[in-house]
């Protein structure tokens, strides 16, 4: 066997992996630098989400965890911009936000710099918008902060009382919430959640995670435990839904021609590997 | 714009071309960014560990609530770990927080994922459907819940075998369609987030001066260092 | 008696605790107060606190266990992997220090954050997304049922998550919905109830001794026994 050449079908079924991770990063590179605009769907999830939103009564009190870590920023942060400018457009809408995340806080700061809720919405800081810290623990977080948010933190993120703050003022434990969001990278929070307030509480929930959590929280979804699953990948949607297009819209072109570039690995590995078995190679 | 910025900027843009050489040689350059990203990593935990020591611990403490000073004493307890002797003592601020893990997922464990998921599938409507696909897609449902349960419950090597053995054969068949799923759900992931590295090296590093000419300067750098000290050009070993 | 003190009251504890935390929540156990809280109500949040406070503390073990260990490279001057190991260190100092100093939400801090932390975590997340797609060519291959259901699954959703193939190819929405909605949905939701069952007894395991990994190693003594 040493003395013969490699078949065709050798060669196709064993292409390094140097030159797939170079054409992948070719192909991510093009559309950037050349958009083509191609069409997004907007999928009924997102629609629910949104309607979700649309159909808050004035004075609703909204509670976000910002429970992702710097990894799942790329993909998470564009959908938590995009339903942050849906809630300060809305406007009358008191949005405290909490994590459960430790980069939370971090991320946060990064998300409020990009939307500029002051600049652009006349939202204020302690009257229509607030963080209130991460908490560690993660479920027992979520179960102190339902159970007696005022006796697990007394400060905001910054360690200043929150007895300043107007938004606060009622604010007790998870009764006082119209709605739960979170965004996260971990299954822990997305699913403590349901178990920590929507199961004790009742609290209406939504959540956005990472594309490949989404399987997992289908079944609360079905069951009706969870009002909207999306991942951040749909950001995109959102942000078409809301009228802000930003970096969730970018990505679609650089997705759609990426996955065309995967089927046509996935199609050159079998052509190559029935190619060698009907050939007599292997198995 | 500000000098810190410009600075922080490049650091993460030479940060994520170290990260992202790995893909194709491991190198010195990606081990010393995967060294600081670790001990970043510690020293972040730590830095929160103290900041909420202090917003939920501290603060009840000079509020009024006298015996958290019992929970401090016990998180200093839990180093007792590392004591060859005491290791024991440990234990005890362990079993609060392991009963309380306990307490808090049993209560709404069996609610949430046990009987609300049991009452949702059995509410599946099989009589009185007029759409087939609907119909026909509701069987499939209640077939593959109760095949995977049965896959989960009965490990026993009898239940797999003989004319039982179907049964964890269309339970495998539909976990294997939803680990596709969750397959290509992972790659779409991935990728947004290859894509979110890019665009932040192509919107804010490169526009940056003197980027576009480090760039090729960076990539020939990473080159050299993932060659085998014997394959470099430079320095010429005698 | 020392079996019982190292053993057998960590684990009352933890049956106590527990016991407590459910009671509170399935029970309303007297005496009750003016506001209609029960003891255990008072008492449960005082835990959830302490849990609070006891997870921060056990935030400070990554640190700890990276020093011992690295320590050790530095002082042996481990060829090729002593530097890297002081460099660790050096890079926890420096983030502690600026951060407890500072404060979390400081500039510096923030600074430090998004130049270092934040780029490398968003980089070693995507970085997977390479294997992937050396794992999808290499591994998504028609070899047997399983992996044919594998392969064509995944090819479908994977056209679908484009979003132009969405678009331009309606069907593509259909058999997505159906995989998610129906196989994926059911296959997960039977996955979700016997995690739960073992989730349950796992728990009452713990409560009653018989699952004793968390109290970590046990002397020969202590492997003796459970609660009778």
Not at chain 1, 98 to 116: F, H, N, P, V
Not at chain 3, 140 to 160: C, D, P, T
Request: charged share 15%; aromatic share 14%; with cysteine.
């Amino acid at each position: 066997m040493s003395g013969q050449g490699k078949s065709i079908w050798d060669k196709l079924e064993n292409i390094p992996r140097e030159v797939l991770y170079g054409i992948l990063l070719v192909v991510f590179v093009i559309p950037m630098i050349y958009p083509l605009g191609l069409p997004v769907p907007i999928s009924a999830n997102v629609r629910k989400w949104y309607q979700t939103i649309e159909d808050l009564p004035p004075g609703s009190v909204v509670m976000i965890d910002f429970g992702y870590s710097g990894g799942g920023e790329p993909e998470l942060g564009p959908m938590a911009v995009a339903v942050y400018r849906h809630l300060f457009t809305k406007g009358d809408i008191k949005v405290i936000c909490m994590s459960t995340s430790i980069e939370g806080t971090q991320l946060w700061d990064k998300a409020m710099a990009e939307i500029r809720p002051e600049q652009r919405f006349g939202a204020q800081y302690g009257v229509d918008y607030i963080h209130i810290g991460y908490i560690a623990g993660t479920e027992v977080a979520m179960a102190a902060i339902g159970k007696d948010l005022r006796a697990t933190t007394s400060t905001d993120y910054k360690g200043n009382s929150l007895d300043q703050y107007p938004i606060m003022d009622g604010i007790v434990d998870a009764h006082s919430f119209d709605l739960l969001i979170c965004y996260t990278t971990g299954g822990d929070q997305s699913e403590g959640w349901v178990r920590q307030w929507y199961t004790v509480y009742g609290s209406p929930y939504m959540c956005s995670v990472l594309a490949m959590m989404v399987p997992t929280m289908l079944p609360y979804q079905n069951a009706g435990q969870i009002i909207s699953v999306t991942s951040g990948a749909q950001a995109g949607e959102m942000e078409g839904l809301v009228g802000f297009p930003a970096r969730g819209i970018k990505s679609a072109d650089v997705i759609t021609l990426t996955h065309l570039l995967c089927l046509v690995y996935v199609a050159i590995g079998n052509i190559a590997y029935l190619g060698k078995r009907f050939s007599g190679g292997g198995k | 714009m500000e000098l810190s910025l410009v600075i922080q900027i490049w650091m993460a843009a030479l940060f994520t071309m170290f990260i992202y050489s790995i893909a194709f040689r491991d190198n010195m350059l990606f081990k010393f960014a995967e060294y600081t990203f670790v001990g970043a990593a510690a020293g972040h935990s730590m830095v929160y560990g103290v900041d909420n020591i202090r917003k939920v611990g501290w603060n009840n403490l000079i509020g009024g609530n006298y015996f958290y000073i019992l929970a401090f004493l016990l998180g200093i307890l839990l180093y007792s770990r590392y004591h060859p002797q005491y290791f024991w003592v440990s234990r005890y601020p362990l079993s609060i927080m392991m009963g309380l893990g306990i307490g808090l997922s049993m209560r709404a464990v069996v609610t949430a994922e046990f009987i609300v998921q049991i009452k949702s599938t059995a509410a599946i409507q099989l009589i009185g459907v007029t759409d087939p696909v609907k119909m026909v897609s509701n069987i499939i449902f209640i077939i593959l819940v109760v095949s995977t349960v049965y896959f989960f419950i009965f490990t026993f090597p009898k239940a797999h075998e003989g004319s039982l053995g179907v049964i964890p054969k269309i339970a495998r068949y539909g976990m294997m369609a939803a680990f596709a799923y969750s397959f290509a759900n992972t790659v779409l992931s991935r990728y947004n987030m290859i894509f979110g590295r890019l665009d932040f090296l192509y919107s804010e590093w490169i526009p940056l001066p003197g980027a576009i000419i480090a760039l090729p300067l960076v990539l020939i750098l990473l080159i050299y260092v993932m060659l085998p000290p014997e394959k470099r050009p430079w320095p010429k070993k005698e | 008696m020392s079996v019982t003190v190292k053993k057998t009251i960590p684990v009352v504890i933890v049956a106590v605790v527990a016991f407590i935390v459910m009671m509170d929540y399935f029970l309303l156990t007297p005496p009750v107060d003016v506001a209609g809280k029960s003891w255990t109500s008072t008492t449960v949040t005082n835990l959830q606190n302490w849990g609070v406070i006891l997870t921060a503390f056990a935030l400070g073990f990554g640190a700890v266990n990276l020093f011992y260990f690295h320590s050790k490279h530095i002082s042996r001057r481990t060829p090729g992997q002593w530097m890297y190991s002081l460099w660790l260190l050096i890079v926890i100092v420096i983030f502690t220090g600026i951060g407890v100093f500072t404060g979390p939400t400081s500039d510096q801090y923030s600074w430090l954050y998004n130049a270092s932390y934040f780029a490398l975590s968003a980089t070693v997340y995507s970085s997977l997304g390479f294997y992937m797609t050396s794992g999808l060519y290499r591994a998504l291959r028609f070899k047997n049922v399983e992996s044919g259901i594998f392969l064509v699954v995944g090819f479908i959703v994977l056209a679908r998550n484009a979003p132009a193939f969405a678009v331009y190819f309606p069907v593509l929405r259909v058999w997505g919905s159906f995989i998610s909605d129906v196989l994926t949905t059911s296959a997960q939701r039977g996955i979700m109830i016997g995690g739960a069952l073992g989730a349950i007894s796992l728990g009452i395991r713990t409560m009653t001794g018989r699952e004793t990994g968390f109290l970590g190693k046990l002397t020969e003594e202590e492997r003796g026994g459970g609660i009778e």
